[in-house]
């Protein structure tokens, strides 16, 4: 019998990092209503009540080719409108909140992707490219992975703690009970397995801000009782589950006041918990000619079929681009040795069911829409959302038969 625990965290949408994140995201999707085919990587780093966003992008609609001119950017897209909504949506609006949405400090150095760059991508002959297609916007390696832990097909650590962070954000915006809870948090769940299946919670940690009116007990009691037991499955349960309610004993200074936050440093919150392995490209910010987003995203999709079809319990998937390149240089699947078929088998399934074509995979997923902001928080996966395409399970009878 094998015995192990596995840990996981999530982080709410007041964390430094997520404020990034959804600042990046939020710019992202609003260049995307004004046109679907933007060209978007926003970086956003925020401290204090300080938000730096800088960055490459462009909006074709707002080029008229034939005069060789551009409508400056701020004509049509109020930036930092678009930042303070955006922490205005995540709450920090507080009287106590020196990172407040209405009184930020925000620096812009958003500028024009690189020429270069967009050769390479757009689907156009350029001198030094050897086709015509939309390349890859960038080399590097994707995963996407899958198991049966969950509803949700994903692994059972990663899925409890992001339950935990939605459920303390669900209570604080509703602001009817717990009105001392502030929009900084973070949350850690233990599961120990048997055999490779989850079993029972070990441990769970929850810290989140506070106003500095309420005593420790208080926060303690209400964690473990209107969340922790709320949302978590009671017979994961035991007696001997340890609760780790705001261990310091205090944290009331949080979000970017306590701490700098910047685009891209929750990553492995972002997918699996560290479960499935991580090709190291973050995805806030990102259009979806990025292949660190949009392969990733792809990953997902053809691993959460794979378990779907029942062809594998677990499976993980990985493939590389090179900048510029149309087709991936490399496709790799992994079942660990719960596969109903071998693994070549299903990788051949694979590549009769789906394309990873960088322009494929945005047919595909229909992802020049204004959608990401739904994924910023909790997980870019396990989310029923039907916005959120590469979570259907829509392949998984065309898989099956084509694995035989």
């Given at each position: 019998?094998?015995?192990?625990?596995?840990?996981?965290?999530?982080?709410?949408?007041?964390?430094?990092?997520?404020?990034?994140?959804?600042?990046?995201?939020?710019?992202?999707?609003?260049?995307?209503?004004?046109?679907?085919?933007?060209?978007?990587?926003?970086?956003?780093?925020?401290?204090?009540?300080?938000?730096?966003?800088?960055?490459?992008?462009?909006?074709?609609?707002?080029?008229?080719?034939?005069?060789?001119?551009?409508?400056?950017?701020?004509?049509?897209?109020?930036?930092?409108?678009?930042?303070?909504d955006?922490?205005?949506?995540?709450?920090?609006?507080?009287?106590?909140?020196?990172?407040?949405?209405d009184?930020?400090?925000?620096?812009?150095?958003?500028?024009?992707?690189?020429?270069?760059?967009?050769?390479?991508?757009?689907?156009a002959?350029?001198?030094?490219?050897?086709?015509?297609?939309?390349?890859a916007?960038?080399?590097?390696?994707?995963?996407?992975?899958?198991?049966?832990?969950?509803?949700e097909?994903?692994?059972?650590?990663?899925?409890?703690?992001?339950?935990?962070?939605?459920?303390?954000?669900?209570?604080?915006?509703?602001?009817?009970?717990?009105?001392?809870?502030?929009?900084?948090?973070?949350?850690?769940?233990?599961?120990?397995?048997?055999?490779?299946?989850?079993?029972?919670?070990?441990?769970?940690?929850?810290?989140?801000?506070?106003?500095a009116?309420?005593?420790?007990?208080?926060?303690?009691?209400?964690?473990?009782?209107?969340?922790?037991k709320?949302?978590?499955?009671?017979?994961?349960?035991?007696?001997?589950?340890?609760?780790?309610?705001?261990p310091?004993?205090?944290?009331v200074?949080?979000?970017?006041?306590?701490?700098?936050?910047?685009?891209?440093?929750?990553?492995?919150?972002?997918?699996?918990?560290?479960?499935?392995?991580?090709?190291?490209?973050a995805?806030?910010?990102?259009?979806?000619?990025?292949?660190?987003?949009?392969?990733?995203?792809?990953?997902r999709?053809?691993?959460?079929?794979?378990?779907?079809?029942?062809?594998?319990?677990?499976?993980?998937?990985?493939?590389?681009?090179?900048?510029?390149?149309?087709?991936?240089?490399?496709?790799?699947?992994?079942?660990?040795?719960?596969?109903?078929?071998?693994?070549a088998?299903?990788?051949?399934?694979?590549?009769?069911?789906?394309?990873?074509?960088?322009?494929?995979?945005?047919?595909?997923?229909?992802?020049?829409?204004?959608?990401?902001?739904?994924?910023?928080?909790?997980?870019?996966?396990?989310k029923?959302?039907?916005?959120?395409?590469w979570?259907?399970?829509?392949k998984?009878?065309?898989?099956?038969?084509?694995?035989?």
């Open positions: 019998m094998s015995t192990y625990i596995f840990s996981s965290e999530s982080v709410g949408e007041g964390h430094p990092d997520k404020v990034a994140d959804t600042i990046s995201d939020a710019i992202l999707d609003a260049c995307l209503t004004i046109d679907p085919k933007s060209r978007v990587a926003c970086e956003t780093f925020v401290k204090s009540n300080v938000v730096v966003v800088g960055g490459e992008i462009t909006i074709p609609s707002l080029q008229d080719k034939r005069k060789g001119t551009t409508k400056p950017l701020d004509e049509v897209l109020n930036i930092g409108k678009v930042i303070r955006a922490v205005r949506g995540i709450g920090y609006i507080n009287n106590d909140d020196v990172f407040h949405a009184t930020l400090f925000i620096n812009n150095y958003l500028t024009a992707q690189s020429p270069d760059i967009a050769q390479g991508v757009d689907a002959a350029a001198e030094g490219k050897k086709h015509k297609e939309q390349g916007g960038d080399q590097g390696i994707m995963f996407g992975y899958a198991c049966d832990e969950t509803p097909l994903m692994p059972a650590p990663i899925m409890f703690a992001h339950r935990l962070g939605r459920e303390l954000t669900r209570i604080r915006k509703a602001g009817k009970v717990a009105k001392w809870l502030r929009p900084d948090a973070k949350s850690q769940v233990s599961v120990e397995y048997v055999n490779d299946k989850p079993t029972r919670i070990v441990n769970v940690v929850i810290s989140t801000q506070h106003a009116d309420v005593e420790h007990a208080e926060i303690e009691k209400f964690c473990i009782e209107q969340v922790i709320k949302v978590l499955p009671k017979e994961m349960l035991t007696k001997d589950t340890e609760y780790l309610i705001n310091t004993g205090k944290f200074v949080g979000g970017p006041q306590g701490d700098s936050g910047l685009t891209g440093r929750k990553i492995i919150v972002d997918t699996y918990g560290g479960t499935g392995r991580h090709g190291g490209g995805f806030s910010g990102k259009d979806p000619s990025k292949v660190d987003r949009s392969a990733a995203y792809m990953g999709w053809v691993a959460k079929n794979v378990v779907a079809a029942g062809l594998a319990s677990r499976c993980e998937v990985q493939f590389a681009y090179a900048i510029g390149h149309p087709l991936p240089v490399s496709v790799h699947v992994d079942t660990f040795g719960t596969g109903t078929k071998p693994d088998d299903i990788l051949a399934g694979i590549l009769k069911v789906f394309s990873f074509k960088p322009a494929d995979i945005v047919k595909q997923l229909n992802l020049l829409r204004p959608i990401y902001s739904k994924s910023t928080n909790y997980g870019h996966f396990g029923d959302d039907a916005d959120l395409t979570e259907a399970t829509d998984a009878a065309a898989l099956k038969k084509a694995v035989g």
